[in-house]
């Protein structure tokens, strides 16, 4: 049993390395069934490294929509994805929230605290990204973000005072293998797996989260 079920995992959880953005965004499609759209990129002009969005102080160089009607443009479907990134190899993968999944955003050290809290727990956990600019995205069942303020008021925080941030619909996470300019990639503190393909809700995380953010304050 366990043979086959990490043999699925190694032919489902999308790779960090060696394989292209169009070959990652394809994946995300048919493996996750998640709806992907087409970013930025980080390239070379004139000897310079820059975002493509040609903003000299771009604060996600290379990871932020191309155009205003980005989330338009975004398709579960894995031949125009392909079409996508044939056109442009080099762009960021963004996955939209409010769709198959919303995410929590927590800073990196309260992040990593919250995942070695969840596991002593042995909490119900989804895929989480870590990002370069030293964010960490928890992904939750779509349309559970809403419920984000209410349950941290139910903790006995305010929202406004905890560094926790509910993305969803209209929203978007840069996935791996996404470069963040010269910072590096986003990459996966918690891969996609069959183990976690059902997400958990927003209020199986939060308590956690909310613990971790306010040892942060």
């Known amino acids: 049993m366990e043979k086959t079920i990490a043999g699925a995992e190694a032919t489902q959880i999308p790779k ?18 998640w709806d992907v759209v087409p970013g930025t990129w980080w390239e070379a002009v004139d000897g310079t490294q ?3 969005c040609d903003d000299a102080a771009c604060p996600a160089p290379g990871a932020h929509p ?10 579960g479907s894995a031949t125009v994805a392909r079409r996508m990134w044939q056109q442009r190899p080099d762009a960021s993968i963004l996955l939209p929230t409010g769709r198959t999944f919303d995410a929590i955003s927590v800073p990196e050290t309260a992040g990593f605290l919250a995942l070695a809290r969840m596991e002593r727990m042995k909490s119900a956990l989804g895929p989480v990204t870590s990002a370069p600019d030293r964010r960490m995205h928890f992904f939750v069942l779509p349309g559970t973000a809403a419920k984000v303020p209410d349950l941290v008021r139910a903790l006995g925080w305010t929202p406004s005072s905890l560094d926790l941030v509910a993305l969803g619909e209209g929203a978007y996470v840069a996935a791996p293998p996404t470069r963040f300019g010269s910072r590096g990639a986003v990459q996966w503190a918690c891969r996609p797996t069959p183990a976690n393909r059902w997400l958990p809700d927003a209020e199986e995380l939060i308590p956690s989260l909310a613990y971790a953010c306010g040892r942060e304050r």
Do not use: K, M
């Open 66 to 75: 191309a155009r205003p009607d980005w989330a338009t443009q975004a398709t």
């Open 50 to 52: 820059r975002c493509s």
């Open 16 to 33: 960090q390395r060696g394989e292209s953005l169009l070959e990652t965004a394809v994946r995300y499609t048919e493996e996750r069934h």
